[in-house]
């Protein structure tokens, strides 16, 4: 048991030695020399304060703590907090701040500081600057502000160890949590944690003092209404009976602002954000992103004043300008616009829960119906009107080469005899008309069955014809749209993209592809204000330019030039380029981001968003529906007549041979 005992001993001061350094253990143990033998004596004092603080500790995130002494560290805590398994390094305060200097804000901090309350006060107000840079993060850093002062029933009792003074730190727990509460700053989270000779919830004091000093340790929460005046407020304490809580010791944040002033940055946008004239407040707005501020408004109780901007926010001239530039600063609260988190846009503000989706589309000229001299032409492919003709010159030739055989071998012939281009022509009328005099005919069987198969082909072939001819005429031929960046790449148009805008960071990126690379060595690029302007949106109705942008950006502002009950001038591609997400954005350590997002995350899940967002994107215009029409007959939809007319083929040869053999057999009798 001893050995074992020493073992942790030997290993507790070798983690001690590391995390302050060989010199600074030296002379920490030099100072202790006297407390050789462990937490007894002076020590003993103060056992529940340590029970408390390595109790409450335990309420943290067992990740990144740091403990920092005023003055020489505690090794009795340090040996508890050891004991009980909390990871602590301890840190001095100079290196507690440069630590937080190069803090991430993502990362969860917890901070032990352990001193007199005089020291706790001025580091609460140095911390505040840390929130103010984004380097510390309000909702995952913790702190424990432990006086290591030994108040009395209302007087000090002087520490040798630490020399304090009764000037230095007020007379009791109570003004000591005032006092440093009055260095607090809005979304700081906490506990102030002391020991005094009475408790606060029964009222009852030691007497007499011989039974101990220590027997109580006062604990102060954080208040935090939604005022923004926050404080510390007596919540609890630890006795010997263990832990004995008034309120919670970690309150969650107020979702009653009691009517607090919330500054919105906002932007002029169609269907998200709109105004008219020089507008300050949401009742004077519309659009869904307005709608949806306004309903969380009212659950939220504050009074809303509207910051407007001139654009979502870009990085010129060393900072950021637009809506970004006004959260960045602290000019703003929240902005209700639909952003689409992007990676230099995160490293300033934050974005809240993502409320839906916006998928990143074309917009271009709508089809139009056209129409094309000799249009009934193009019923049949060319190849198949190449064998049509054929058809007809085979026949005519064929013919006509019978018939001088016929007559070679001494028929008499009978009727009117053409030539092989007089028969030609003869089935060719047959096919386009088929009428035919008795001029087409040869009064030879064999021609006649020839001519019979051109009649029958030509019967079918028209039908199909005339019924093509029909559906033509009643759906017409229209432009084909483009639906996808490869349609847009084969057509001779200009991608045109907005600044800072996601499709416009996703094409500057290799992991965008070979198509993403050919659209970034032709687009051209237009600010926010540009692209919602008609002097921009015209050239996109005339086809010159192919507009990709986030459907909410694109479809809003080619909405405003779309007129009721007449054809529409843009297409919304069918095929989107990439889905984005919206979120509303907010500055650093936001005073409403966890509310605005609790509320969010109740009307996504209940649909009521999405209904938002339908009433902003009805059509006005009369869409054109994209159809190409009835396609063109090839050989292989018409081959039934091709059929046809090789079996009468087949069968005109037969008759000829039969013909033929009887013909010779009767001449040489």
């Given at each position: 048991?001893?050995?074992?005992a020493?073992?942790?001993?030997?290993?507790?001061a070798a983690?001690?030695?590391?995390?302050?350094?060989?010199?600074s253990?030296?002379?920490?143990?030099?100072?202790?020399?006297?407390y050789?033998?462990?937490?007894?004596?002076?020590?003993?004092?103060?056992?529940?304060?340590?029970?408390?603080?390595?109790?409450?500790a335990g309420?943290?995130?067992?990740?990144?703590?740091?403990?920092?002494?005023?003055?020489?560290?505690?090794?009795?805590?340090?040996?508890?907090?050891w004991?009980?398994?909390?990871?602590?390094?301890?840190?001095?305060?100079?290196?507690?701040?440069?630590?937080?200097?190069i803090?991430?804000?993502?990362?969860?901090?917890?901070?032990?500081l352990?001193g007199?309350?005089?020291?706790?006060a001025?580091?609460?107000?140095?911390?505040?600057?840390?929130?103010?840079?984004?380097?510390?993060?309000?909702?995952?850093?913790?702190w424990?502000?432990?006086?290591?002062?030994?108040?009395?029933?209302?007087?000090?009792n002087h520490?040798?160890?630490?020399?304090l003074?009764?000037?230095?730190?007020?007379?009791?727990?109570?003004?000591a949590m005032?006092?440093?509460?009055?260095?607090?700053?809005?979304g700081m989270?906490?506990?102030?944690?002391?020991?005094e000779?009475?408790?606060?919830?029964?009222?009852?004091s030691?007497?007499?003092p011989?039974?101990?000093?220590?027997r109580?340790v006062?604990?102060?929460?954080?208040?935090?209404?939604?005022?923004?005046?926050?404080?510390?407020?007596?919540?609890?304490?630890?006795s010997?009976?263990?832990?004995?809580?008034?309120r919670?010791?970690?309150?969650?944040?107020?979702?009653?602002?009691?009517?607090?002033?919330?500054?919105?940055?906002?932007?002029?946008k169609?269907?998200?954000?709109?105004?008219?004239?020089?507008?300050?407040?949401?009742?004077?707005?519309?659009g869904?992103?307005?709608?949806?501020?306004k309903?969380?408004?009212?659950?939220?109780?504050?009074?809303?004043?509207l910051?407007?901007?001139?654009?979502?926010?870009?990085?010129?001239?060393?900072?950021?300008?637009?809506?970004?530039?006004?959260?960045?600063?602290?000019?703003?609260?929240?902005?209700p616009?639909?952003?689409?988190?992007?990676?230099q846009?995160?490293?300033?503000?934050?974005?809240?829960?993502?409320?839906?989706?916006?998928p990143?589309?074309?917009i271009?000229k709508?089809?139009?119906?056209?129409?094309k001299?000799?249009?009934?032409?193009?019923?049949?492919?060319?190849?198949?009107?190449a064998?049509?003709?054929?058809?007809?010159?085979v026949a005519?030739?064929?013919?006509?080469?019978?018939?001088?055989?016929?007559?070679a071998?001494?028929?008499?012939?009978?009727g009117?005899?053409?030539?092989?281009?007089?028969?030609?022509?003869?089935?060719?009328s047959?096919?386009?008309?088929?009428?035919?005099?008795?001029?087409?005919?040869t009064?030879?069987?064999?021609?006649?069955?020839?001519?019979?198969?051109?009649?029958?082909?030509?019967v079918?072939?028209?039908?199909?014809?005339?019924?093509?001819?029909?559906?033509?005429?009643?759906?017409?031929?229209?432009?084909?749209?483009?639906?996808?960046?490869?349609?847009?790449?084969r057509?001779?148009?200009?991608?045109?993209?907005?600044l800072?805008?996601?499709?416009?960071?996703?094409?500057?990126?290799?992991?965008?592809?070979?198509?993403?690379?050919?659209?970034r060595?032709?687009?051209v690029?237009?600010?926010?204000?540009?692209?919602?302007?008609?002097?921009?949106?015209?050239?996109?109705?005339d086809?010159?330019?192919?507009?990709?942008d986030?459907a909410?950006?694109?479809?809003g502002?080619s909405?405003?030039?779309?007129?009721?009950?007449?054809?529409?001038?843009?297409h919304?591609?069918?095929?989107?380029?990439?889905?984005?997400?919206?979120?509303?954005?907010?500055?650093?350590?936001?005073?409403?981001?966890?509310q605005?997002?609790?509320?969010m995350?109740?009307?996504?899940?209940?649909g009521?968003?999405?209904?938002m967002?339908?009433?902003?994107?009805?059509?006005n215009?009369?869409?054109v529906?994209?159809?190409d029409?009835?396609?063109?007959?090839?050989?292989?939809?018409?081959?039934?007549?091709?059929?046809?007319l090789?079996?009468?083929?087949?069968?005109a040869?037969?008759?000829?041979?039969?013909?033929?053999?009887?013909?010779?057999?009767?001449?040489?009798?």
């Open positions: 048991m001893v050995l074992a020493r073992i942790r001993l030997v290993i507790f983690c001690i030695e590391q995390s302050m350094g060989r010199q253990f030296k002379a920490l143990v030099r100072s202790r020399a006297n050789a033998s462990g937490c007894v004596n002076a020590d003993e004092k103060r056992d529940l304060l340590i029970q408390s603080v390595v109790h409450l309420t943290l995130l067992p990740t990144n703590l740091r403990i920092v002494f005023q003055r020489d560290p505690d090794l009795c805590l340090m040996e508890s907090l004991r009980g398994n909390i990871a602590a390094q301890i840190l001095t305060e100079k290196g507690l701040w440069d630590a937080l200097k803090s991430h804000y993502e990362i969860p901090t917890q901070i032990i352990y007199d309350a005089s020291w706790l001025s580091s609460v107000g140095k911390a505040a600057s840390y929130y103010d840079s984004a380097k510390l993060n309000a909702m995952i850093t913790r424990l502000w432990v006086d290591a002062t030994i108040y009395n029933g209302g007087f000090t520490d040798p160890l630490n020399n003074t009764a000037s230095s730190v007020p007379s009791n727990f109570l003004e005032d006092f440093v509460s009055s260095f607090l700053q809005e989270r906490g506990l102030f944690i002391a020991a000779g009475r408790s606060l919830l029964s009222g009852s030691l007497s007499p011989e039974e101990g000093l220590l109580w006062n604990i102060a929460a954080i208040k935090a209404p939604g005022n923004g005046l926050w404080k510390l407020e007596f919540s609890g304490s630890w010997s009976l263990g832990l004995r809580i008034l919670p010791l970690w309150p969650g944040v107020s979702f009653n602002l009691l009517g607090r002033t919330v500054r919105i940055s906002c932007l002029k169609p269907t998200v954000f709109d105004y008219e004239g020089e507008a300050t407040h949401l009742k004077e707005t519309n869904y992103g307005a709608d949806l501020a309903e969380i408004q009212q659950r939220l109780n504050f009074t809303d004043i910051v407007r901007s001139d654009g979502f926010g870009a990085f010129a001239d060393g900072k950021w300008n637009g809506m970004v530039g006004d959260l960045y600063e602290k000019k703003a609260d929240v902005s616009t639909d952003f689409t988190p992007i990676w846009r995160t490293l300033v503000i934050d974005f809240g829960l993502a409320y839906g989706t916006d990143v589309v074309i271009s709508a089809p139009s119906v056209y129409m001299p000799l249009l009934l032409l193009e019923i049949f492919t060319l190849d198949a009107w064998c049509i003709v054929g058809i007809g010159l005519g030739v064929a013919t006509g080469a019978l018939m001088k055989i016929k007559k071998l001494g028929h008499p012939s009978t009117v005899v053409l030539g092989p281009l007089g028969y030609a022509a003869g089935y060719m047959v096919i386009v008309s088929q009428p035919c005099n008795e001029d087409c005919w009064p030879w069987i064999g021609g006649q069955v020839i001519g019979g198969c051109v009649m029958f082909f030509s079918v072939l028209g039908s199909l014809y005339k019924s093509l001819v029909t559906a033509f005429l009643a759906i017409p031929f229209r432009s084909q749209p483009i639906n996808s960046l490869e349609d847009m790449l057509r001779n148009v200009i991608p045109a993209i907005r800072l805008s996601s499709p416009y960071s996703f094409f500057l990126t290799e992991n965008s592809g070979k198509v993403g690379e050919r659209v060595n032709t687009m690029t237009f600010n926010g204000i540009e692209v919602s302007e008609w002097k921009f949106l015209k050239k996109v109705a086809g010159t330019y192919a507009w990709i986030t909410s950006s694109a479809i502002s909405n405003q030039f779309e007129a009721i009950g007449k054809p529409c001038l843009y919304v591609a069918n095929n989107p380029v990439r889905i984005d997400l919206d979120a509303f954005a907010y500055p650093k350590n936001s005073i409403v981001k966890y605005f997002d609790e509320i995350k109740w009307l996504r899940n209940y009521i968003i999405e209904k967002k339908k009433t902003y994107y009805s059509i215009c009369i869409t529906k994209a159809s029409g009835p396609q063109v007959i090839n050989i292989a939809q018409a081959q039934a007549a091709f059929y046809i090789g079996i009468g083929f087949i069968l040869g037969f008759v000829l041979l039969v013909e033929g053999l009887v013909f010779l057999w009767t001449k040489k009798k």
